[in-house]
């Protein structure tokens, strides 16, 4: 069975061509994907990474409010007793953000230019201790 991503933009961006190409590209790569749309609040992609039962939830922020959002998640996924779904953030993230983020709780950080091929391989590794790593398409 392959691993379940959640692909999430949460907070007021508007802007999802990029979680798009990600959701894709992970699709592709033989992931289960589900999208949440544009504007969710965080109970939102808490509740929905819970009922959709998967191992990471990726984080794709432009607003510049990467950490305060990704902090929110991370302590949202913890308060519902699932601290054990990763969650990685990916968007307009300036360099000397990264370590913030990774204290921050965050699995990963995939800063704006990643290339789509690291990312695959990097969600590929978080989510083989969880759930084997998916079948190539």
Wanted: aromatic content about 2%.
């Amino acid at each position: 069975m392959p691993a379940r991503v959640l692909v999430a933009k949460p907070g007021l961006d508007g802007h999802d061509r990029g979680a798009k190409i990600v959701a894709r590209t992970l699709r592709d790569a033989g992931f289960e994907v589900v999208y949440t749309g544009i504007r969710r609040r965080v109970e939102e992609i808490v509740s929905i990474a819970v009922a959709e039962d998967v191992a990471v939830v990726g984080l794709s922020i432009l607003s510049g409010a990467h950490l305060g959002l990704t902090t929110k998640v991370v302590q949202g996924l913890r308060a519902a007793d699932a601290a054990d779904i990763a969650v990685v953030v990916g968007g307009t993230i300036p360099q000397a953000d990264v370590p913030r983020l990774l204290e921050a709780g965050a699995a990963a950080v995939f800063p704006t230019g990643t290339a789509l091929d690291q990312l695959v391989s990097e969600i590929r590794a978080l989510t083989a201790t969880v759930a084997g790593p998916p079948e190539p398409r």
